[in-house]
């Protein structure tokens, strides 16, 4: 019998086991996941959920899973930061701030665009975790405001 998550707490009282997410797969309502030592387990949640390093599915048994935000390929972009955070936001692309660089995930078209705006692009590998949507918080979902508008 599999173990399921029905809810997301934003901290965990304690831990129980550990799963290992990128940005994308952060993202979900129903899936079959498998813990960093092995275990699998169902995460079946009532709607569509952002899931933050440091969230903790809980389990029908009372465990908590903590999830952690596993490496993945990233593209560290430095130069006029200004500039390029405006053509990335531009992009809807989930972006991370630091104070000396952009962090974006690794994409052809993006590093095209990044290096044609005169960007110093460098692949890395590691933990994304970009800056949360309006507001700062929440992600990014596609480009629908809840509001008319045309880009004419």
């Known amino acids: 019998m599999t173990t399921t998550a029905h809810s997301i707490l934003s901290t965990a009282p304690s831990q129980d086991a550990s799963v290992s997410l990128t940005y994308d797969a952060r ?21 569509t959920a952002s899931v933050d390093a440091g969230h903790a599915f809980v389990l029908d048994d ?10 993945e390929p990233l593209m560290r972009v430095t130069g006029d930061l200004v500039r390029l955070a405006w053509h990335i936001g531009n992009r809807h692309a989930p972006c991370a701030v630091e ?3 952009l962090i974006v995930q690794r994409e052809k078209v993006m590093r095209a665009m990044l290096e044609q705006l005169g960007a110093t692009v460098t692949d ?5 975790t970009p800056e949360g949507g309006a507001y700062g918080h ?4 596609g480009h629908d405001h809840s509001h008319s508008h045309s880009h004419g």
């Open 62 to 71: 009372g465990r908590h899973v903590v999830v952690k935000a596993a490496d």
């Open 138 to 141: 929440g992600r990014t979902m």
């Open 99 to 101: 104070p000396d660089a």
């Open 27 to 47: 993202l979900l309502r129903r899936k079959r996941l498998t813990t960093d030592s092995g275990e699998a387990f169902l995460v079946d949640l009532p709607h």
């Open 124 to 128: 890395i590998d590691g933990p994304f």
